[in-house]
């Protein structure tokens, strides 16, 4: 079984500028609360880091790994197969990524779910922990690092063979409809519309979507509306959304490829998990381990040239 893993580069910014302020220094501040303190509510949802690490059980003293959760808010039920038992559950249902920031190297990195914190939901919640005055309004902020591919490629694709998704129920792809403004979607966006209707009243927490051309010569998907639907949900960051949002198509003057758009712009990792082991610590070595193998130097040199072109704030921030 595989996992997705993000990679980012967190900054404490002060009146939209970046600053220096240690990452380190605020990820310390919050796990140093009382285990009630470190809970945020956000959007009606509460988030938490749950566990981490002790310093003397790290590689780095100075790096942080630990286990951040997003509480459900809508539980499901518990029962025993073979039975007719439907029970309430009595505690709350946690659902937790792991999460490795990398101090050094200016690297924040943590596992994707379809449930767990996403990366708004991350910042947000650091963010919660910095207060503000008059003068100083103070986030934290994730900066993408650029996956290399070619949007173009696509764009001037000989043909778009089939675009195949996966989403959960926990999505906001209803903005779709308000950022149609031409209405030229509107199938597709019924059809999307549609199936969420579904999931909130009738069950189920994910959804997959396969449209292709199939081998009839006839009745081609649209190319030019299929590109105004991925332009629209990549200009929006909607692709965080999907789970899988893979496109299939064939280059001119090339064999058929698939390309998934939903981690577009980002860099990002898949690594290998023992499917019965998936504790956080167990995850989170495997993503220090596939980082450290097999990104470590083409990620160094992308976070240097970000962080050389940003003009940072003398500003501080003291916890």
């Avoid at 505690?91 to 596992?111: G, K, Q, R, T, W």
């Avoid at 290399?148 to 926990?170: G, Y």
Wanted: hydrophobic share 30%; charged share 30%; aromatic share 12%.
């Amino acid at each position: 079984m595989t996992k997705k893993v993000n990679f980012y580069i967190p900054i404490i910014y002060c009146n939209d500028e970046p600053t220096r302020t240690p990452v380190t220094d605020l990820i310390n501040y919050i796990i140093r609360l009382d285990i009630e303190d470190r809970e945020v509510e956000i959007q009606d949802e509460f988030y938490s880091i749950i566990q981490y690490r002790n310093p003397f059980e790290r590689n780095d003293i100075n790096d942080s790994y630990f286990c951040m959760g997003r509480y459900r808010n809508k539980k499901p039920k518990q029962g025993e197969r073979g039975t007719d038992r439907l029970d309430n559950i009595d505690y709350d249902i946690i659902e937790p990524i792991s999460a490795y920031h990398c101090h050094v190297n200016h690297l924040f990195m943590f596992e994707y779910n379809h449930f767990g914190p996403r990366k708004t939901k991350i910042e947000n919640y650091f963010s919660s922990f910095l207060r503000n005055n008059e003068d100083e309004i103070w986030e934290f902020k994730f900066l993408s690092i650029e996956k290399d591919f070619d949007l173009n490629e696509l764009r001037n694709a000989e043909q778009i063979k089939q675009i195949e998704a996966s989403f959960s129920r926990e999505n906001n792809l209803n903005r779709l409809e308000n950022l149609n403004d031409n209405d030229n979607l509107g199938p597709i966006i019924t059809m999307i519309n549609s199936i969420n209707h579904f999931l909130h009243n009738d069950g189920g927490n994910m959804a997959d979507i396969k449209i292709s051309n199939g081998r009839l010569a006839n009745n081609h998907l649209d190319q030019e509306v299929m590109m105004i639907f991925i332009d629209l949900v990549l200009q929006n960051n909607l692709n965080d959304n999907f789970a899988k949002f893979n496109v299939r198509y064939k280059p001119l003057n090339g064999p058929t490829k698939t390309v998934n758009l939903s981690d577009y712009g980002n860099y990002i990792s898949e690594v290998d998990r023992d499917e019965d082991t998936d504790g956080w610590e167990y995850i989170i070595d495997t993503v220090e381990r596939d980082y450290r193998d097999n990104h470590y130097e083409i990620l160094n040199r992308k976070v240097n040239q970000i962080l050389r072109d940003l003009h940072f704030s003398e500003r501080i921030y003291y916890l």
